[in-house]
């Protein structure tokens, strides 16, 4: 416990003292002052009478001083946790039209809507990735810095959906992930069965780390990956470097990438279907530490305790003081 004005517990203590000795030095006087017959009816109201209400004013008033000093104490308080990658496609595929205006910007809009629908105890952050991943959000509980990343996102470059999933798991576990060595064990990522990946894909997958193995990576840490289909499997044609290019939704793919963490597949489109998404979401409860004030708390207290000092005064002598 810490007090924004320590040195009233001193003043405090100095009239808690003087309050308490001037009491007992007055009953002194009193009982030497009192007759014979006044000493008897004294002795007939008892000690618990004639001293219990006065014993409860002087316990109050150092609660009151104290609660001067504005005491506060650190608390670990609970709160409900989850952690959310979002992972954008952002690949020259993705400048296809066959969502209106664009699937990139299909894609931002159902990323904007579902961090929209997070409550603030969900942290979000974000990968974006072509033939490389970067984490250009860490993980935040300010959903409109998530939003404002999502606003920047520029198309270019081929798509690795491996590269995307290790990046998100490196801003997850706060370390570099990479796949194994052929034969060797999955690195040691811990447990994170509170965090989820939510990707936003088309699907297509031109190079990079294997994107199911990256997955079954994932999996072992215990996280769930959401896949999110961007695009329709009728395709259209995008013009890169001066040739056109057919390009289309790739589901299959981006199942299996589901599947394999205990996560599903989503159309862009079904707004009920992402929804879902957000009810899956493991909170996980945490603690932090949190400075509170108890200020009110020992005021309060001092408070009732006068009024019991009063009431029995009231009830035992027909008078307070």
Not at 70 to 76: C, D, I, K, S, V
Request: net charge negative; charged share 15%.
């Amino acid at each position: 416990m810490s007090f924004r004005y320590p040195l009233l517990l001193a003043v405090a203590l100095f009239v808690t003292a003087a309050v308490v000795t001037a009491y007992v030095l007055l009953q002194r006087r009193r009982t030497a002052a009192l007759s014979a017959a006044g000493l008897a009816r004294a002795a007939t109201r008892g000690p618990l009478r004639r001293h219990l209400p006065y014993a409860l004013f002087l316990a109050a008033l150092p609660l009151l001083l104290i609660a001067l000093a504005r005491p506060q104490a650190t608390l670990e308080v609970p709160r409900a946790a989850g952690t959310v990658m979002l992972v954008i496609d952002v690949s020259n595929s993705m400048a296809a039209d066959d969502l209106e205006p664009t699937r990139l910007a299909a894609a931002q809009q159902a990323a904007k809507s579902f961090v929209e629908a997070q409550p603030d105890s969900v942290d979000i952050g974000l990968v974006v990735f072509g033939p490389q991943a970067l984490t250009t959000q860490l993980p935040t509980e300010n959903h409109a810095d998530a939003i404002a990343a999502i606003d920047r996102l520029k198309t270019g470059g081929g798509t690795s959906l491996g590269q995307g999933i290790l990046a998100s798991l490196t801003a997850i576990v706060g370390r570099p992930v990479s796949l194994p060595e052929e034969g060797a064990p999955p690195p040691d990522l811990g447990y994170w069965p509170s965090a989820t990946i939510v990707m936003f894909s088309d699907g297509e997958d031109t190079g990079g780390p294997d994107a199911e193995f990256a997955a079954e990576l994932a999996a072992t840490a215990g996280v769930r990956i959401e896949t999110v289909g961007i695009g329709t499997t009728g395709g259209a044609t995008i013009e890169v470097d001066g040739f056109q290019v057919a390009t289309a939704l790739h589901e299959d793919l981006l199942t299996a990438i589901a599947a394999s963490t205990g996560g599903s597949y989503h159309q862009a489109r079904d707004t009920e279907s992402l929804n879902d998404v957000t009810r899956a979401i493991d909170l996980r409860i945490t603690t932090e530490d949190e400075e509170v004030e108890l200020t009110a708390v020992l005021a309060g207290a001092a408070l009732l305790i006068l009024m019991i000092g009063a009431l029995l005064m009231l009830r035992w002598s027909g008078r307070i003081l």
